[in-house]
């Protein structure tokens, strides 16, 4: 594909995912109208339509909106995962490149600017910051688009100069990060739908002292949900202890949650109050550590992972290979056999399965030091590698989320509201590496005791030794030797020797 080609390929892409991104917009705010209008009897007006709109895209990437005399300053995950979420599926469908990315991101640039100028709203940040925002939301959607083929490039590459082993320990500290992604996403979500069912009769009490007619209120609850990822930032922060905060006018931990003279906002009447129970508070404080335990002795555990509990170098290094392409994995076998000082992992256990398939090593047969050393070296160093890397990444992921979730409401009293990025990164990401270490001491431990075991068990097995009824004379071995077709069973591989000649035969019993 030429360059130009490329080029029109990703000036098409900006302009298609910003024209899905307005058509949904533009529709719910088109909805949002028309409920307000049936409540109040009122007319609707298409401008104001294509207004809210372009008010939702702008909260999508984090630019604060006076709209009503208020400002609304706090960004809609959701709908910032949605617009990063369109980029990526159009980008996806065909070969990314470098000249389609600068021809499509110049466009997006261009396009956010002449609508936010014409839009009519009062912006809290100039047309530069705007733009910046707007390029770094389509950056990230092109990049998570264009993931699955840099990964297949970042994988050739880094086995250009890396080893196997550092392939298979950054692949298992990824699965790490993801699995503690996921299990606290669950949590924070599960602290959200807590605090709804627990605090719904306040924000009942919000509506009525708003006089909101029924469809507003439920037109009003569904726009909310642009900022449950929000919420759940927040509340990830609260159930580990660290917190947040509404400006000046309340917060909320688990130790106290006062509040005076918030915005009348529905929203808020779901914030929590503290947690009076020791022992229940005791517990949230440890959720974080039993997280991180449970998701790093699962990985141990796990067969495809780094089958902890399996005591052969190979069963744990051999999956990884399986998961690799073809070419890959023949351009790391060649560098394994081509590396005679430094044996990788793959090596030895090929070494190993080829002694264990020529009857050189048995499992019933206790491990030389060598095997063991590698044996302590794949289960051990390389999980608390893996879990090293997943704890630093974790800590930035923590920082992006707490610090995406903030914002402001307007000025003075409002001016900051969400979290503590240093505290709540804290509370989060530290007891859950030290969950990390926690299993991977225990499991060590655990480990070390069942080698021992069974090394122990092979080393006092008894040698058989043969009995004065289990030997054989020489005259009748003779015998043996002499009778045609006999031989030793014990030897397969030892020939039969021929039979004498019928002339000698005949000599002897003559004699």
């Known amino acids: 594909m030429t360059r ?158 890396a080893s ?18 996921i299990a606290f996403g669950i949590e924070s979500l ?58 000046d006018l309340g917060t909320f931990t688990l130790w106290s949650g006062t509040a005076r003279d918030l915005p009348p906002v529905p929203l808020f009447g779901i914030f929590p109050q503290a947690v009076v129970s020791d022992g229940a508070r005791m517990t949230l404080l440890l959720l974080p550590m039993v997280t991180g335990f449970c998701i790093g002795f699962a990985e141990l555990a796990r067969a495809r992972g780094f089958n902890y509990f399996n005591l052969s170098v190979s069963a744990t290094v051999h999956r990884w290979q399986q998961k690799l392409p073809v070419g890959l994995v023949r351009l790391l076998s060649k560098k394994s056999d081509s590396s005679s000082t430094t044996p990788s992992a793959w090596s030895s256990a090929r070494d190993s399965g080829r002694r264990s398939a020529t009857g050189q090593t048995s499992e019933n047969e206790p491990m030389d030091k060598q095997h063991i050393i590698r044996l302590i070296v794949v289960k051990a160093a390389y999980p608390l590698v893996a879990f090293c890397i997943a704890g630093a990444a974790f800590v930035f992921v923590c920082a992006a989320a707490f610090w995406l979730s903030n914002g402001s409401l307007g000025t003075g009293n409002l001016a900051s509201v969400g979290v503590s990025i240093s505290a709540s990164t804290q509370a989060t990401a530290r007891p859950a590496f030290s969950g990390l270490l926690i299993a991977w001491v225990i499991a060590l431990v655990i480990f070390c005791a069942i080698t021992i075991f069974k090394e122990y068990k092979k080393r006092e097995k008894p040698k058989v030794s043969l009995s004065d009824d289990d030997l054989v004379p020489l005259d009748e071995i003779k015998v043996r030797e002499d009778i045609p077709g006999a031989s030793n069973p014990s030897d397969a591989n030892t020939p039969v020797a021929p039979p004498s000649p019928p002339r000698a035969r005949r000599s002897s019993s003559g004699r």
């Open 4 to 161: 130009r080609r490329m080029g029109l390929r990703g000036m098409w892409t900006a302009c298609l995912a910003f024209v899905v991104l307005f058509v949904v917009y533009l529709g719910i705010s088109a909805v949002t109208i028309l409920v307000i209008a049936l409540d109040s009897k009122g007319t609707v007006d298409p401008f104001f339509a294509a207004q809210i709109a372009w008010l939702f895209v702008m909260l999508a990437q984090g630019t604060g909106v006076t709209f009503s005399g208020v400002l609304i300053g706090v960004p809609a995950l959701l709908l910032l995962v949605f617009n990063v979420a369109v980029v990526a599926a159009i980008v996806r469908r065909h070969t990314p490149s470098w000249t389609s990315f600068f021809s499509g991101v110049l466009v997006w640039l261009v396009v956010f600017l002449i609508a936010s100028a014409r839009s009519g709203l009062h912006l809290s940040d100039n047309l530069a910051l705007v733009g910046l925002k707007a390029c770094v939301i389509f950056s990230v959607g092109y990049l998570l688009g264009s993931l699955p083929h840099l990964i297949e490039k970042t994988r050739q590459w880094l086995a250009s100069f």
């Open 164 to 181: 196997s082993d550092a392939l298979f320990v950054l692949h298992e500290a990824m699965i790490v990060l993801k699995g503690l992604s």
């Open 190 to 247: 599960v602290v959200v739908i807590m605090w709804f069912g627990l605090n719904h009769d306040a924000m009942g009490s919000v509506f009525s002292m708003t006089n909101m007619p029924v469809g507003s209120r439920i037109i009003t609850t569904v726009l909310s949900l642009f900022w449950l990822p929000n919420l759940c930032v927040w509340g990830l922060s609260w159930l580990f202890g660290a917190g947040f905060a509404i400006g």
